[in-house]
């Protein structure tokens, strides 16, 4: 009965119902701090229980806006990055996934679980980009991208079926990237081999299938990746 309607052509009764609705509403204003905003994302997620859920990056990108979010955007569209993750994922899993690659290549030694938390202050942190080496981490992760990608392939990524394993994928980029760091390349053969030494490694299985948040595990997986890579 209200199709075509607008406020103006509304009857004069509707009107009045109208006018005289009281819509009570809350502003959380914030000082744009990492801490103030981690109060907000907070508030945030625990109202967030209507309709399509938002995933923990989906929240973050809204209230972390700024040149780091720009930047995992545009690492995740990289050509090598997308032949191994695959097609975009409309709930940002897979921009939420090179931002886990990048906070453990730079701050593993800080992490702890919950990992959210962890994601969440190490963007606080860096909102800006500006003390991040964001040129030595691009040369880092594109590499790291092509040489999987010709080496080990897509499959690489994946544990038992088509979807990508994240804890599985942050493991061998931070351990690749970190041989980059030693300043030579290897050469395609010699990540292949480091990748099939990972793989076969029974504590690496567990690491990426059970508690993958878990500081331990985290720690372990990084541990046989990046010790992997280093022998070659």
Request: zero cysteines; charged letters at 25%; a neutral charge.
């Amino acid at each position: 009965r209200f199709k075509g309607l607008t406020y103006k052509t509304l009857p004069d009764d509707l009107s009045r119902q109208f006018d005289d609705t009281f819509i009570q509403a809350t502003i959380v204003d914030t000082d744009g701090s990492r801490h103030s905003l981690d109060s907000i994302y907070q508030i945030f997620e625990r109202l967030n229980s209507g309709g399509t859920q938002l995933t923990a990056h989906e929240i973050r990108v809204a209230l972390f806006a700024g040149p780091l979010i720009d930047y995992i955007e545009q690492l995740n569209k990289s050509d090598a990055w997308r032949e191994l993750y695959g097609k975009k994922s409309k709930r940002l899993r897979d921009q939420e996934l090179v931002l886990r690659i990048i906070a453990l290549y730079v701050s593993a030694a800080t992490y702890k679980r919950p990992l959210k938390g962890f994601l969440n202050d190490f963007v606080g942190d860096h909102r800006q980009a500006d003390n991040l080496q964001t040129d030595l981490i691009t040369e880092r992760f594109l590499t790291t991208a092509n040489l999987i990608l010709d080496g080990p392939g897509a499959s690489a990524l994946r544990s038992r079926g088509r979807q990508v394993n994240a804890a599985i994928t942050e493991a061998i980029f931070v351990g690749l990237m970190r041989r980059l760091d030693h300043g030579t390349t290897p050469d395609i053969t010699a990540v292949q081999s480091a990748y099939e030494s990972i793989q076969a490694n029974e504590d690496m299985v567990f690491a990426v299938s059970r508690s993958t948040a878990d500081e331990e595990q985290v720690r372990s997986r990084l541990e046989i990746s990046t010790g992997a890579f280093a022998r070659v």
